[in-house]
């Protein structure tokens, strides 16, 4: 990783509890810091009940290393992990509304599509949808090829991504079930040294 002062885009990934407002407090956690979040995807996990937040922002390791503490210390969140573009494998959607009749007329567009891999998703006498996925330079590339051909809409998804180098958050929440009978050993270690625990 990069130096921790120098400022870079950062996916931070969030396991939850699916409990109402929990959104409303992480979301505080960042304007309290005054940071803008950048993206923000929510969508259910791999593991039933366990809702997964994807949120990208621009700042140092030292800033994103306090965020995900901060983060972690909410009672429903279960574990955060915070990784740079090349730590993880992430896409974005992105939808383009062009008027049907400059692509029946300009084969050249059709081309231009081919080549940036989008596909038509809805063909109407008035308009055309196409979608295509990527990182956001490819489909911003997009606007400005379509934009000459009369762009009437556009819209993109927030970033989804998976860690690359993760076993992935349901090993580590099997790992817990295991050791979860253990912590009574832990708890009542002292039982045999009372004097340990209850001088004042």
Same mark, same amino acid.
């Given at each position: 990783?990069?130096?921790?002062?120098?400022?870079?885009?950062?996916?931070?990934?969030?396991?939850?509890?699916?409990?109402?407002?929990?959104?409303?407090?992480?979301?505080?956690?960042?304007?309290?810091?005054?940071?803008?979040?950048?993206?923000?995807?929510?969508?259910?996990?791999?593991?039933?009940?366990?809702?997964?937040?994807?949120?990208? +922002?621009? /700042?140092?390791?030292? @800033?994103? *290393?306090? #965020?995900?503490?901060?983060?972690?210390?909410? &009672?429903?969140?279960? =574990?955060?992990?915070?990784?740079?573009?090349?730590?993880?494998?992430?896409?974005?959607?992105?939808?383009?509304?062009?008027?049907?009749?400059? +692509?029946? /007329?300009?084969?050249? @567009?059709? *081309?231009? #599509?081919?080549?940036?891999?989008?596909?038509? &998703?809805?063909?109407? =006498?008035?308009?055309?949808?196409?979608?295509?996925?990527?990182?956001?330079?490819?489909?911003?590339?997009?606007?400005?090829?379509?934009?000459?051909?009369?762009?009437?809409?556009? @819209?993109?998804?927030?970033?989804?991504?998976?860690?690359?180098?993760?076993?992935?958050?349901?090993?580590?929440?099997?790992?817990?079930?295991?050791?979860?009978?253990?912590?009574?050993?832990?708890?009542?270690?002292?039982?045999?040294?009372?004097?340990?625990?209850?001088?004042?």
């Amino acid at each position: 990783m990069s130096n921790s002062t120098e400022q870079q885009e950062f996916t931070i990934t969030v396991y939850t509890e699916n409990q109402i407002g929990i959104l409303n407090r992480i979301a505080i956690i960042f304007s309290r810091r005054k940071i803008n979040i950048e993206s923000l995807n929510v969508s259910p996990s791999e593991i039933e009940h366990i809702h997964r937040f994807n949120i990208l +922002i621009t /700042e140092t390791e030292e @800033v994103v *290393r306090k #965020l995900a503490r901060q983060i972690e210390k909410q &009672v429903e969140v279960l =574990k955060v992990y915070y990784n740079t573009n090349e730590d993880i494998i992430w896409q974005e959607l992105a939808l383009y509304k062009v008027p049907t009749e400059t +692509i029946v /007329e300009k084969v050249v @567009v059709e *081309r231009l #599509l081919r080549e940036n891999g989008a596909r038509a &998703v809805v063909i109407r =006498k008035d308009y055309t949808v196409f979608e295509t996925t990527g990182h956001r330079q490819e489909t911003d590339k997009l606007i400005q090829v379509l934009q000459p051909y009369g762009l009437i809409e556009f @819209v993109r998804s927030a970033r989804v991504a998976i860690i690359k180098d993760s076993e992935g958050f349901n090993s580590k929440l099997r790992e817990f079930e295991r050791m979860e009978p253990g912590q009574e050993v832990i708890e009542n270690e002292f039982l045999d040294q009372p004097k340990n625990v209850f001088t004042m």
